[in-house]
């Protein structure tokens, strides 16, 4: 069993920053991937940045420049350091890992934090 906790949502005022951590325990032998995706009211939960073992990085375009992920292997942890944050950045943040339990292309899965919420307001 994997268990994700998130922490670091709230609210904050457009302009500002905050850092989103996820924590990763469990049966864990590897952890390859490790992303943030976020769903505001109404819409589809959307990748919004993303990295791999290797520190290869990708970021959805409209908050690339402004948030940064990063991971800490020996913690198993990854952050999202949300700068210059926007109204439109208001969203529920989902920590999601694709890890694998044992030694084997057949252990691999994904699974999703509990959700932080995000409100951009002034």
């Known amino acids: 069993q994997v268990q994700l906790v998130e922490s670091g949502g709230g609210l904050v005022q457009p302009g500002g920053s905050l850092r989103l951590s996820c924590g990763v325990s469990?049966?864990?032998?590897?952890?390859?991937?490790m992303g943030w995706y976020r769903q505001a009211p109404g819409k589809e939960r959307e990748l919004v940045a993303r990295?791999?073992?290797?520190?290869?990085?990708n970021y959805a375009e409209s908050v690339k420049g402004r948030f940064t992920i990063s991971r800490d292997n020996g913690k198993n942890t990854t952050y999202l350091q949300m700068n210059s944050l926007k109204p439109e950045d208001t969203a529920v943040y989902y920590c999601?890992?694709?890890?694998?339990?044992?030694?084997?292309?057949?252990?691999?899965?994904?699974?999703w934090g509990q959700g932080t919420q995000v409100t951009v307001s002034s």
């Open positions: 999601n890992v694709g890890v694998y339990t044992r030694y084997s292309p057949d252990a691999y899965t994904t699974y």
């Open positions: 990295i791999v073992k290797s520190d290869s990085t």
């Open positions: 469990g049966t864990v032998f590897s952890i390859y991937t």
